[in-house]
């Protein structure tokens, strides 16, 4: 008679490493799946559950610079102006203190001062943004406008 092993029933060894096995796989689905809803869905997810969503980054918007020919009440003020310098423009009213109109306009040109002008001031070109330039076009015609260096 041949020599064979004993035979062993019932002791289910290579059931057990199959339900282990399969647990593994379904744990790993299932970090595989939770794993992609946050790459994708996170934001949602955290709304559901009442969380603020994140804020988004949008790009900045484009300021279009724009030349707002200016007239000064001080000529001899102007004549220290040079292209590039920052300067404030303050609107000097009478019925109420002076407000600040621009704040670190540069200065683009300074014209040559007119000949024969008496105390109308003298012009220069500052290079703003369209809604500096447009209030200080209506404060140029109502009121009369200084300089501060910056």
Request: charged share 25%; with cysteine.
């Amino acid at each position: 008679m041949p020599q064979f092993p004993p035979l062993r029933v019932g002791r289910g060894g290579g059931r057990l490493r199959r339900a282990v096995r399969r647990r593994r796989r379904a744990v790993s689905a299932g970090l595989a799946v939770v794993a992609a809803a946050l790459a994708v869905g996170g934001t949602e997810a955290q709304a559901s559950r009442g969380a603020a969503p994140p804020e988004v980054q949008r790009p900045a918007a484009v300021v279009r610079t724009v030349s707002a020919p200016v007239r000064i009440a001080d000529a001899g003020t102007v004549r220290l102006l040079r292209p590039g310098d920052r300067v404030d423009v303050v609107a000097a009213e009478r019925a109420g203190p002076p407000r600040v109109v621009a704040s670190g306009a540069r200065v683009a040109e300074v014209p040559a001062p007119e000949q024969g002008a008496g105390d109308g001031g003298a012009l220069v070109v500052l290079s703003v943004d369209r809604d500096t330039a447009r209030d200080l076009v209506g404060a140029g015609a109502v009121t009369r406008l200084a300089v501060t260096l910056c």
